[in-house]
C-alpha cells in the first residue's frame, strides 16, 4: 500500500515562529502537493511540486514556502506563522491519476 | 477556468434511504472527476473517479456516480443509507489540460443519517 505520512497530528505554534510541517511518501512519486482544509471552503492548493528541487505556486501561497530536496519528501514551511494559518493541512502525492492523501496535521497557531 | 460547486453543504437522510450528493462543475477542457470521503479526524479516501470510459461509475461502499456532460453534473447517489457513510464529501475536478495532477475540490457536503 501507498503511504503518506504527515509528521505530526496536531501542532501548536506561536504567533511569528516558523513551522515546518513535512510530508513523506513511500512509492516513489513524482508529483506531491501541500494543501489546506477549511470549513466551508474546501480543500486549497498551496504548492505542488513535480520533480526534486521543482516547485510551483497553487492557489493561496502567501505566507508559505517549500521544500522538495528529494523525491520522498515534500516540506512546507510557514516563516511566520499567523493566526489566519491556523488550519487542517493535507499533504497528497499522486503517479498516473491515483492520488494518495496523508491524515492531515491540525496546525494552530495562538 | 476550473471550478467546482457542490449545491448543498448539508445533507440528512434516514438510514436505509437513498442519498444524493449533487455536484457541477465547470471546466475548459475535458475533465477527470472524483468523489472523495472523509470521516470524522481522518484522510481523504477516494470513493470513485470517471476519466471518459463509461459515463456511470461505480464506486466502494455502494456509492456511484453519474457524468452528464450536457448538465456538467457529476452527482454521487447511494440507493440506501448506512449509518456509516455519516461523513463529508468532496466532489474533485482535474483538468486533463495538465501534464501534472492538479485538481480543483469543492467546499464540502457534510453527510448526517439519521437512525
Known amino acids: 500500500d501507498v503511504k503518506v505520512t504527515q509528521s505530526s497530528r496536531y501542532l501548536v505554534k506561536r504567533t511569528g515562529e516558523k513551522v515546518f510541517l513535512e510530508c513523506v511518501q513511500d512509492m516513489d512519486h513524482e508529483n506531491m502537493f501541500w494543501y489546506r482544509q477549511d470549513p466551508g471552503l474546501g480543500l486549497r492548493l498551496i504548492y505542488f511540486?513535480?520533480?526534486?528541487?521543482?516547485?510551483e505556486k497553487g492557489d493561496i501561497p502567501e505566507g508559505y514556502s517549500v521544500s522538495r530536496e528529494k523525491k520522498e519528501r515534500f516540506s512546507l514551511i510557514l516563516e511566520s506563522a499567523s493566526t489566519n494559518q491556523t488550519s487542517m493541512y493535507l499533504c497528497a502525492s499522486s503517479f498516473r491519476g491515483e492520488d494518495f492523501f496523508g491524515q492531515g496535521t491540525r496546525l494552530t497557531v495562538v | 477556468a476550473q471550478s467546482v460547486t457542490q449545491l448543498d453543504s448539508h445533507v440528512s437522510v434516514s438510514e436505509g434511504t437513498p442519498v444524493l450528493l449533487r455536484c457541477n462543475y465547470s471546466?475548459?477542457?475535458?475533465?477527470?472527476l472524483f468523489w472523495y470521503v472523509q470521516h470524522p479526524n481522518k484522510g481523504l479516501q477516494l470513493l470513485l473517479k470517471y476519466t471518459s470510459a463509461a459515463t456511470l461509475v461505480k464506486g466502494i461502499n455502494g456509492f456511484e456516480a453519474e457524468f452528464k456532460k450536457s448538465e456538467t453534473s457529476f452527482h454521487l447517489t447511494k440507493p440506501s443509507a448506512h449509518m456509516s457513510d455519516a461523513a463529508e464529501y468532496f466532489c474533485?475536478?482535474?483538468?486533463?489540460?495538465?501534464?501534472?495532477?492538479?485538481?480543483?475540490f469543492g467546499s464540502g457536503t457534510k453527510l448526517n443519517v439519521k437512525p
Open positions: 471546466s475548459s477542457y475535458s475533465p477527470s
Open positions: 511540486s513535480y520533480d526534486v528541487k521543482m516547485k
Open positions: 474533485v475536478v482535474r483538468p486533463r489540460l495538465y501534464n501534472f495532477n492538479k485538481f480543483y
